[in-house]
């Protein structure tokens, strides 16, 4: 039986680039999105065109509710649960913390820290052998922001990130023993459109020549990261905080 994966945030970016590879491999992809159905339903077609089996998802990561009826929709479907791509999340137009108010700052973290912890908890739940669960893995889309900050633009999102990454040592830790292992990435400036969501939709093309590589990264190189995470090939890695940054 092939192995079954929700991608919270699949329908597009780094999320879609991964559903894709995955379905190359032969996996089931539940593609979890927000608002946009037609972003996800193309994600599915490309999915199943790689070879895999798609089913798109509907929810929103900050509502328990919603979580637990996207893990139980993906079981219901494909019989199983083997891996969480714990990729959704969100920024906000780039300001000072001085200039936030506290709907943006609520929603930052609802989204980016309670959405990945709920997330993960389901997952934990579902997987871990002591619980009944078969094992499994984990890979938090975390941010280089988490190390750098985000001065002027986004210290909410990046510290939004340093706890993806805490989450994520924390975790690998608890769940290790429960044959689960947890790890993330942290891309750096990747071609998406999360940027023209934070007004700034040629800031990857802008500040990509600035980094070490000279040039921002694509969500497929990102995806590349993620699924040899989820492979057997990443047998003996838990709790990495991999960046994908160009050097950056
Ligand atoms: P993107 O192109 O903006 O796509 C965001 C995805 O998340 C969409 O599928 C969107 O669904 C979904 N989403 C947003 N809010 C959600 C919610 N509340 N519940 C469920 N799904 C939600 O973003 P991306 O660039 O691929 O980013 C993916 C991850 O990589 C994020 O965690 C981001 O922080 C991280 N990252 C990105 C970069 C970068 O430069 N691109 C760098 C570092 C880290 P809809 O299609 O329905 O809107």
């Given at each position: 039986m092939t192995k079954a994966v929700l991608i919270t945030g699949g329908s597009r970016g780094i999320g879609r680039a991964t559903a894709r590879l995955l379905g190359a491999r032969g996996w089931s992809v539940g593609v979890n999105y927000a608002r946009n159905l037609a972003a996800a339903q193309d994600t599915a077609a490309e999915v199943e065109r790689a070879g895999g089996r798609a089913l798109t998802i509907a929810g929103d990561v900050a509502s328990e509710a919603d979580v637990?009826?996207?893990?139980?929709?993906?079981?219901?479907?494909?019989?199983?649960?083997?891996?969480?791509?714990?990729?959704?999340?969100?920024?906000?137009?780039?300001?000072?913390?001085?200039?936030?108010?506290?709907?943006?700052?609520?929603r930052m973290?609802?989204?980016?820290?309670l959405g990945a912890y709920l997330c993960a908890r389901e997952a934990a739940r579902r997987m871990s052998t002591d619980r009944?669960?078969?094992?499994?893995?984990?890979?938090?889309?975390?941010?280089?922001?988490?190390?750098?900050?985000s001065p002027n633009e986004y210290v909410d999102y990046a510290g939004s990130k340093g706890a993806v990454d805490t989450m994520t040592l924390g975790l690998a830790r608890e769940l290790g023993p429960r044959g689960v292992r947890v790890n993330a990435v942290r891309p750096g400036l990747i071609?998406?459109?999360?940027?023209?969501?934070?007004?700034?939709?040629?800031?990857?093309?802008?500040?990509?020549g600035?980094?070490?590589?000279?040039?921002?990264?694509?969500?497929?190189?990102?995806?590349?990261?993620?699924?040899?995470?989820?492979?057997?090939?990443?047998?003996?890695?838990?709790g990495a905080l991999l960046d994908v940054s160009g050097g950056r």
């Open positions: 637990l009826a996207m893990f139980d929709a993906l079981q219901q479907k494909f019989g199983r649960l083997d891996a969480l791509v714990n990729n959704a999340g969100i920024v906000a137009p780039s300001s000072q913390l001085a200039d936030m108010d506290l709907a943006r700052l609520k973290f609802d989204v980016n820290v009944g669960g078969a094992g499994g893995v984990i890979v938090n889309v975390s941010s280089a922001a988490s190390r750098l900050g071609d998406t459109e999360i940027h023209a969501s934070g007004g700034k939709p040629e800031r990857a093309a802008q500040l990509g600035t980094t070490p590589l000279g040039r921002p990264g694509t969500a497929g190189e990102v995806a590349e990261t993620i699924v040899w995470l989820l492979s057997d090939a990443a047998s003996y890695v838990t």
